[in-house]
């Protein structure tokens, strides 16, 4: 166990991202804005565009919506594996609906759409999947997601699919050759970050979350916090583990603005 964790008081790392969870995960206005948009695509089903940039929480966001859907309402999914060729995508697809990867890529959209239909009309139990560094995928991919989701001559909205990606993904998206993916988006959210207001509460949130006191935080470590970390949640978790770390080797109860600067210049992001 590190030992930042006993000396400080908690019950774990505060800023380990395994320890997240839809029910102690920081309520920002991104986190708020992403559920809003995901229950209305749950809704309504179609296609979701979610993009960030790296470190600002939208796949956590998303896995916090996912995870409380309901498993008699909803088969819920995750493809991380963007780059690949169109043949290895659909067995991926095929893997996860659990259908035959037999007959090349008719053989294989045939079997993935009968699959995703019957969970729709007779399971009633449609597919939400998500699709993770939607930038990376390539436009022969995206060109046939326009074929995956076409159900009873595009009559029907089966399942609800979420590209999540980089903020680049939008231009790609806005090509003319994407111009009917693009129609089809249901919803779209571009995640603003950590607002100045809310860089402070986050750190405080994850400490007491933890078990640990606001106490142990100077106003000039959040303000030290808030200067390197450009309000970006990955950064501010690497930041803050370093410091607790370097807080307990020198038995420093306060973490103050010269253990952040310490954290900093251990991650050269001077």
């Not at 009968?114 to 991919?141: G, N, W």
């Not at 060109?143 to 990606?165: A, R």
Request: aromatic letters at 8%.
């Amino acid at each position: 166990m590190l030992k930042f964790i006993s000396y400080y008081g908690f019950r774990y790392n505060p800023f380990d991202k395994e320890m997240v969870n839809s029910g102690n995960i920081f309520p920002s206005q991104d986190f708020k804005a992403v559920q809003s948009r995901l229950s209305m695509l749950s809704e309504s089903r179609g296609i979701g565009v979610f993009t960030a940039p790296p470190g600002d929480g939208k796949t956590l966001d998303i896995r916090c919506f996912t995870d409380n859907l309901n498993p008699n309402l909803f088969a819920t999914g995750y493809i991380s594996l963007s780059t690949v060729t169109v043949a290895e995508f659909y067995r991926q697809w095929c893997d996860l609906l659990g259908v035959d990867k037999k007959g090349g890529k008719p053989g294989m959209l045939r079997n993935m759409k009968e699959q995703m239909k019957h969970m729709y009309k007779v399971k009633r139990q449609p597919l939400f999947l998500v699709l993770d560094e939607a930038q990376c995928l390539s436009t022969a991919i995206l060109n046939d997601l326009k074929i995956i989701l076409n159900f009873d001559c595009d009559s029907l909205n089966c399942i609800c699919l979420v590209l999540c990606g980089e903020p680049h993904f939008n231009d790609i998206l806005c090509k003319p050759v994407h111009e009917a993916l693009l129609q089809r988006m249901t919803v779209h959210y571009e995640f603003r970050g950590l607002q100045d207001e809310e860089v402070a509460n986050y750190v405080r949130h994850k400490i007491t979350q933890a078990g640990g006191t606001t106490a142990m935080l100077s106003d000039s470590a959040l303000n030290a916090i808030h200067g390197h970390s450009h309000s970006t949640p990955r950064i501010i978790d690497n930041l803050m583990t370093d410091a607790l770390m370097i807080g307990a080797q020198n038995d420093k109860q306060v973490i103050d603005a010269d253990v952040i600067l310490a954290a900093v210049n251990n991650r050269n992001l001077l």
